[in-house]
């Protein structure tokens, strides 16, 4: 393994994050809790400091939504253009107990099991006919054939905008640049008129919704009411709807992509699924772990406190890396390895931990799992293109292929 140097690397260096790993051990093994060279980010690691720190709300807080805003969300012309909107509110991300404490009461009602039990055979349908429309010559773009589509459709169609797969995930992109932290000011601009267009599309359709409810996500979240709370008001309901749109379609796609990948580059482990298409749960979890989409998100240190023995001083930003915890060999044997047989494999932080663990996880794992199933069964194998770039869209929170061009055997 490359030696690591973590009093000058940091992990936000670009071709640290592009191939991440060997710093992740590194930390792990000799920092788990650290200061980042060169400022004020604590990254903690190792999976169970992680996972503790996520229980510590009153000291380790989610009211991050400065952040989310964007670094240059003070230029005056970015600041005129989202005046044009609804102003951002802290919901479900970026909120603490007792305000996230309702909103994730109201979003669980809507967010159910039943919900997404009802839309699988949407979901397979969807699926199947990308899989279809696959050119002759069986060369594509993974990410833009079939990993981006997929999620976008099903996510598109629960929040009143079926069949506009292109605008959702423009609006998508811009929430997600702007969260990554790492893009121009022409780029925050652009993404600024995009967060204004999304909310006044948007808000045509929460009032269609209360005039009218209709099957899908966003008529329960505009109904939604739980005894002795207030219903979602329009800025909180956009605040929610984005989330949903963003976290219900970047990671499933890039989690889609990471996983193809890994099938491609561990033929034994593909046979295997296919012998066996019972192992395809298994394999989505190992796949969640391995790829970790949101591979690390922020804390605001409230007060002065000690993790792993590290004192951190109050005002502190504190990035959780689950991508980091996900590859820890304290919790996972041989933890870079792609197992689909994995025992625990379910065990992963992909989604994070505690109350703000990921409300759509279950739509997600039900994404995956249909998607690849249908994989499985109407591909006979796969191969990466001579040419193949596998390169990742630079991102300090999220982790994604920007595309992933393959050749598709249907025989």
């Known amino acids: 393994m490359i030696a690591i140097d973590l009093d000058t690397v ?12 060997a710093y992740y051990q590194a930390a792990i093994a000799r920092r788990p809790v650290m200061t980042l060279p060169g400022s004020n980010v604590v990254l903690v690691s190792s999976y169970d400091l992680l996972s503790e720190a996520t229980a510590r709300i009153a000291e380790f807080s989610n009211d991050f939504g400065a952040i989310l805003a964007g670094a240059r969300s003070a230029d005056p012309d970015v600041t005129a253009v989202l005046e044009k909107g609804w102003p951002q509110r802290d919901t479900l991300l970026t909120a603490d107990p007792p305000v996230h404490t309702r909103f994730r ?42 990993a981006v589509p997929l999620p976008v459709a099903v996510i598109a169609s629960q929040i009143g905008i079926a069949g506009d797969v292109a605008t959702v995930k423009r609006w998508s992109d811009a929430f997600a640049d702007r969260l990554g932290g790492m893009i121009s000011t022409e780029r925050e601009l652009e ?8 909310q006044h ?18 008529s329960d979240l505009v109904h939604a009411h739980v005894e002795g709370e207030a ?19 970047e990671t499933t796609t890039s989690t889609l992509a990471g996983g193809l990948l890994l099938l491609i580059q561990n033929p034994g482990q593909q046979a295997k699924v296919r012998a066996d298409p019972g192992l395809v749960g298994n394999m989505v979890e190992e796949m969640l772990r391995m790829e970790s989409p949101t591979a690390g998100l922020w804390r605001v240190v409230k007060r002065d406190a000690m993790l792993g023995g590290v004192e951190i001083k109050a005002g502190s ?47 997600s794992r ?10 499985l069964q109407r591909i006979a194998g796969f191969a990466l293109a001579p040419d193949a770039d596998l390169g990742h869209v630079p991102n300090m929170l999220l982790r994604g292929l920007r595309r992933l061009d393959i050749i ?3 025989t």
């Not at 940091?10 to 790993?21: A, G, I």
């Not at 992963?348 to 759509?360: E, K, P, S």
């Not at 039900?366 to 994989?375: I, Q, R, Y």
């Open 201 to 218: 599309a948007m808000k045509l359709r929460i009032d269609e919704r209360r005039a009218a409810p209709a099957d899908d996500l966003l």
């Open 105 to 146: 009461k109201l979003v669980n009602l809507a967010f159910s099991m039943k919900r997404v039990d009802a839309i699988e055979a949407d979901i397979r349908a969807i699926a199947e006919g990308l899989v279809d429309a696959f050119p002759a010559d069986g060369r594509i773009d993974f990410v833009r054939d079939f």
């Open 408 to 410: 598709v055997d249907r």
């Open 10 to 21: 940091s992990l936000f260096q670009p071709e640290v994050l592009e191939d991440p790993f």
């Open 366 to 375: 039900k994404e995956l799992a249909v998607a690849f199933d249908v994989l």
């Open 317 to 363: 930003m504190m990035m959780l890396r689950f991508a980091a915890a996900n590859r820890d060999p304290a919790r996972f044997v041989d933890p870079d390895a792609f197992d689909v047989t994995r025992k625990a494999a379910r065990s992963h932080l992909a989604f994070g931990r505690g109350i703000h663990m990921c409300v759509g996880n279950m739509l």
């Open 231 to 249: 219903a979602l008001d329009d800025a909180e309901l956009l605040s929610i709807v984005q989330q949903l749109m963003v976290a219900g379609n």
């Open 191 to 198: 993404c600024a008129h995009q967060v204004v267009e999304f």
